[in-house]
């Protein structure tokens, strides 16, 4: 061994030795861990009894306590188990193992919860675990008996730790107390350029009608916890028997209702309109949330407003179906069936309506329009009401055909406020709702159902018969879950995750109400008054702004009076139309693929064709052709040209065929590009898009109070509804025949470069 390797050795190993006396010159002694597992420990404690009171709290003392008890008991264990585990690794002391996983488990579990933003959850509560276990370790250690004997190195760290840890969590405790920041609202591409608006002619829908309006309930009579459904009641019911659509109800769950699946209670609380009838029948239902915090008297501001204009509404009362962590056992046993079940005791209630509307005795006697029904469901309930409009059809329950169906109620009008979709599918298959009049209301910044899944229910709504019936979506820029009912409010979830989430950016609860006001109220009006006038209202939202808050909307639109060209659902070819015998074909597209829109979390069901195009890369002007089948579609001097279309958000030029995401905030505004008809003698007519409207970016919502808490899209893919009437066409080009549309054509003339995605082309008549 040369003297250059010996120098080399003795100097590693001198290294070494300093490092290792480094090393215990700032190890943490055990009084400062004690310190940590204390720190930690309270932090950890202090967690779980804010989300134990924010679950249990609305629940009566007695089960408050005892589920308190059992959730902090839940993660102890939990975490004491996988300390036990852990622990034959040498490293970190035990106990304060114990306290990190007990902590993980219950971020887990928070995070599993707020699943719009988990990646802020756990790191805001591993952020608290941390500051929490340097205080307490700095405490302990300046605070101790060999504070003197300490070295000057572990007397700068403890310092250093009990400052950072205390700026830390006061800092922390500031933002994460502090409400957010007020929305931005990026210009409204609606209403931009020179569009002409007509407003309606008719009255607000939101105002209240002619009709005194009186109140009354009817339920079990021996309600332990709802009077108004015990003693209280008015009318009685009799309790129907759901256990065979139901499982897992726990013994609990009776205990503290006083009954099981076997003899679930009809309650409902009635808003009708003093006069002769008969009126037609709207029953509303909400959706999950706690049991111990009733949820149908929040909507009372509709159905008071409904029966002043001559509807009798009922809030139905299905709260013992709701979620209850202490009653599930910390959501062990929790309940299996009950979106089905749902929706089958919507009909149990419009069976005892029925039999009250052919009871002479009875106060609603011939009171009741049954072929006049609407259903109104939010959250949970929103689904419910499709599963209850399609069980009305069908003479079995699609999953047991031991229970026989005898329904055939005359349900016209179905509307989803802010709906969760397939958390229950009949015979494991979508549901399909077939003439029936639809609406589903959702809100850009809803933190629980947070990507438009009410998107796909529309979608899967189709008009065969020859009645008029619509079907129509409205997606509300800065509108969440809960605002729709006054008793959820502004938290959608419960705390501590809502700490996490940005409240300021939300509009007023009572705007936001009053939205569902004017959409819900026009809608019953125009479906089950047939006061046709509110129907334009959601062929074009803009004709009602006078009477809604100033934000940004995004509708969908389309009726039995309409023929579609092209839905995009028939097969793989990308050059084939719906209907048979047309072709499609394209010209310098950048992009050009079939698929679903892109959503926040899953797709939203319904196929659409992406198209892209860049004038700077290709030197070229792109362009859409969809040719029409001969004969098979019939038009007139007043048909109407419809099509949806939403921006893409992404890069229209991608690399190596793939795409590359979204495109930078900056590059992005709103769209415009020319639409042309051609007729079959080759005349040519073409207005721009912004001839009805420009085409909107996408709404941009980011839920948490900073960016990277969520992994998920800001925004998605949302469809807006376009229409040009051939008769401006004709204008434009008075050699244009209108009644023999061959061609129609898209091309990207008006903007640079962008992706759009297109769905439904046809005509209206």
Same mark, same amino acid.
């Given at each position: ?18 490092? $290792? ?16 597992? #204390? ?23 007695? #089960? ?58 756990? =790191? ?57 920041? /007020?929305?931005? %609202? ?17 009255? +607000? ?15 079990? /009579? ?25 499982? $897992? ?17 009809? +309650? ?31 909507? &009372?501001?509709? !159905? ?14 299905? +709260?013992?179906? +709701? ?29 005892? #309506? ?33 599963? &209850? ?53 959702? /809100? ?21 018969? *020859? ?11 800065? &509108? ?18 809502? $700490? ?35 129907? !334009? ?19 969908? %639109? ?22 048979? *015998? *047309? ?34 890369? =290709? ?6 052709? @969809?040719?029409?089948?001969?004969g098979d579609l019939t038009t007139t001097e007043g048909s109407v040209l419809v099509f949806s279309l939403a921006d893409g958000n992404e890069d229209p030029t991608p690399e190596d065929g793939e ?8 590059? $992005? ?74 061609? @129609? ?21």
């Amino acid at each position: 061994m040369n003297s250059r390797t010996k120098r080399t050795l003795r100097l590693t190993r001198r290294v070494c030795v300093w490092l $290792r006396r480094a090393g215990r010159a700032v190890a943490p002694g055990p009084r400062a861990w004690r310190g940590a597992i #204390w720190g930690g420990l309270i932090a950890l404690t202090m967690l779980l009894l804010v989300a134990a009171h924010g679950l249990f709290g609305p629940a009566p003392t007695a #089960w408050f306590l005892i589920g308190t008890a059992l959730f902090l008991a839940a993660f102890a264990v939990a975490g004491g188990l996988l300390t036990l585990v852990w622990s034959i690794l040498k490293g970190l002391p035990t106990p304060y193992l114990w306290v990190l996983f007990s902590t993980l488990l219950a971020l887990a579990n928070m995070a599993l919860a707020a699943l719009s933003v988990p990646v802020g959850v756990v =790191t805001v509560g591993l952020g608290a675990l941390v500051m929490a276990s340097l205080v307490g370790a700095s405490v302990a250690v300046v605070a101790g008996g060999n504070w003197r004997e300490a070295t000057a190195a572990q007397r700068a760290i403890a310092l250093g730790g009990l400052v950072l840890g205390l700026t830390g969590l006061l800092g922390g405790g500031a933002w994460l107390l502090d409400a957010g920041s /007020g929305l931005t %609202y990026p210009p409204s591409a609606a209403t931009q350029g020179d569009v002409r608006i007509d407003p309606l002619n008719v009255t +607000n829908p939101a105002e209240p009608g002619p009709y005194a309006v009186r109140t009354l309930f009817y339920g079990s /009579g021996d309600d332990r916890h709802r009077p108004e459904y015990g003693g209280g009641a008015d009318l009685l019911t009799r309790p129907v028997d759901g256990s065979p659509l139901i499982e $897992r109800w726990s013994g609990l769950r009776t205990v503290y209702w006083g009954f099981g699946p076997e003899a679930l209670p009809l +309650n409902g609380r009635v808003w009708y309109p003093e006069g002769e009838g008969p009126f037609p029948l709207v029953l509303i239902l909400h959706g999950q949330h706690p049991m111990h915090e009733a949820s149908d008297p929040g909507y &009372a501001y509709l !159905a008071e407003l409904l029966a002043s204009r001559g509807f009798i509404a009922v809030s139905v009362d299905e +709260n013992f179906l +709701n979620l209850s962590p202490l009653v599930d056992l910390l959501m062990f046993q929790s309940l299996i069936g009950t979106d089905d079940l749902r929706g089958w005791l919507l009909l149990e209630h419009l069976q005892v #309506w029925r039999d009250w509307d052919s009871t002479p005795s009875h106060p609603f006697y011939q009171q009741v329009d049954l072929d006049n029904i609407g259903l109104i469901g939010h959250s949970r309930g929103g689904q419910a009401v499709a599963v &209850a409009a399609a069980f009305n059809e069908v003479p079995y329950y699609p999953d047991d055909a031991s229970v026989g169906f005898d329904y055939d109620f005359g349900i016209r009008s179905v509307i989803a406020i802010a709906p969760v979709d397939g958390a229950y599918r009949p015979a494991k298959q979508d549901i399909v709702l077939e003439d029936v009049n639809y609406l589903v209301l959702h /809100g850009a910044h809803d933190m629980d159902v947070f990507t438009f899944q009410g998107d796909r229910q529309y979608s899967r709504t189709y008009f065969g018969g *020859g009645d008029e019936r619509f079907k129509a979506a409205v997606y509300i820029y800065g &509108a969440n879950h809960g605002q729709f009912n006054t008793s959820w409010g502004r938290k959608d979830l419960f705390e501590p995750v809502m $700490r996490v989430f940005n409240l300021e950016q939300l509009m007023p609860g009572e705007e936001q109400r009053q939205i569902a006001k004017v959409t819900i109220s026009a809608f019953l009006e125009a479906t089950l008054h047939r006061e046709t006038g509110y129907r !334009a209202l959601f062929q074009d939202l803009r004709r009602g702004l006078a009477w809604l808050p100033d934000t940004i909307y995004l509708h969908q %639109y389309q009726d039995s009076a309409t023929r579609l060209a092209t839905t995009y659902e028939e097969d793989v070819d990308l050059t084939s139309t719906t209907l048979p *015998g *047309g072709r499609i074909a394209s010209k310098n597209l950048t992009v050009w693929r079939e698929q679903p829109a892109t959503s926040k979390w899953e797709d939203l069901g319904d196929q659409t064709v992406y198209l892209g195009w860049d004038v700077e890369a =290709t030197n070229s002007t792109a362009r859409y052709e @969809i040719r029409l089948p001969k004969g098979d579609l019939t038009t007139t001097e007043g048909s109407v040209l419809v099509f949806s279309l939403a921006d893409g958000n992404e890069d229209p030029t991608p690399e190596d065929g793939e795409v590359r995401g979204e495109m930078a905030p900056d590059a $992005r505004g709103p769209i415009d590009l020319t639409v042309e008809v051609v007729d079959g003698g080759g005349e040519i007519a073409r207005l721009p898009l912004s001839h009805f409207s420009f085409l909107p970016p996408q709404l941009k919502a980011q839920l948490g109070k900073a960016g990277f808490m969520s992994p998920f899209p800001t925004s998605e893919a949302i469809l807006n509804h376009f229409e040009f009437p051939l008769a401006d066409f004709a204008a434009v080009n008075p050699a244009f025949d209108s009644t023999d549309v061959a061609e @129609i054509r898209l091309i990207f003339d008006r903007t640079e470069a962008g992706v759009v995605v297109l769905d439904n082309v046809g005509f209206r008549n």
